[in-house]
């Protein structure tokens, strides 16, 4: 299937495919580091920064082809506007609901800080507290389009308090705060 928006090939998974899926690599490359014989928090922060690290490689991938082919440039789009584009876009595509919020702007005109929402993240919801948390990839992957739509480093912050998995009668969404740094 093609995607009409940016006009590349799609496919469809079912979201318990697909976190099935990360579920698996989760519990492979912790089970690997278990077996090198490392401390369970050294574990935690190995499996949660390799996440990380491929939701980076494909949000910055993503948010190049947005500014560069999609926008042409985006020098005539306002960087509010480039957020809301953004969130449509993969709102659209099943992730769940995107917006942006608090965003603060420096007298130049940068965005130094703001919060990046997904209500009902494909990730999180309906997961329950005591299996994988893979929200790792989607802070990853929220730091490269940022840093690609902002033309800016990022560091994007998501704290147990501000997801969604385990709590599906408290909170509706994942928060992920972001503040840009030199
Ligand atoms: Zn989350």
Redesign the pocket.
Known sequence: MFNPADKSRNVSLKVDTFTRMLTDIYTDLRKKEKERGASMSTVRGRVKKSFFRSGLICGEAFGKELVEEIWKGGEDISTQEKLDKWCKFDSDVGFGNFSSNDIKIDSKKHVTSGKII?KN?F??SRRKHNVP???DF??GYVNGVLKKVLDANVVVT?KAK????GKPDKKKE???YFRRVE
């Open positions: 997904l993240n990730l999180a948390h893979l929200c989607m802070v998501h501000d997801c969604i998995q994942c928060d992920f």
